[in-house]
């Protein structure tokens, strides 16, 4: 009898992880466009997720685009990582901004990009931010913005 209701225990009923497929694979997204949507997600939890994720992968593309002369492989795919979220990330933070769960992790990523058009923003989060801790790093991230010089194109 209890051999009988071991087995059904282990047998009757799978068991899955929250956002899991069948195999037990997490469904996380996949390319960069679709992790920067997830920021203007209406679940705090997707949004949060998805700006630590976003702001680990530029700092890392940032810290391998300056490693080496620029010729490795490793190199040149940082670069194109960097281009890109400047390209898509960069204006979807500036509009994530309004939502205070990710305002600190989208102002660092604004930040790190050096994309002076979210300046404007990330001083109004500062004035919106009643947290002093997460206005001291809104400060920080505009300070680092404000040591680099804009890029002026001929």
Request: net charge positive; hydrophobic share 45%.
């Amino acid at each position: 009898m209890r051999l009988l209701l071991l087995l059904l225990c282990l047998v009757g009923h799978p068991a899955f992880a929250v956002n899991a497929d069948a195999n037990g694979r997490s469904q996380a997204p996949q390319t960069l466009a679709e992790t920067a949507s997830a920021l203007g997600s209406g679940k705090s939890s997707e949004r949060r997720f998805a700006a630590r994720v976003l702001r680990q992968q530029v700092k890392s593309a940032l810290k391998q685009s300056s490693r080496g002369n620029g010729t490795s492989l490793l190199s040149a795919d940082a670069l194109l990582f960097l281009e890109d979220a400047d390209r898509t990330l960069a204006p979807r933070c500036v509009t994530a901004l309004k939502h205070a769960d990710v305002r600190v992790a989208c102002a660092q990523i604004i930040a790190v990009l050096e994309y002076h058009a979210g300046r404007a923003a990330i001083a109004q989060a500062i004035a919106q931010e009643d947290h002093p801790g997460r206005a001291r790093r809104l400060a920080r991230a505009l300070r680092q913005l404000d040591t680099t010089a804009p890029e002026v194109t001929p």
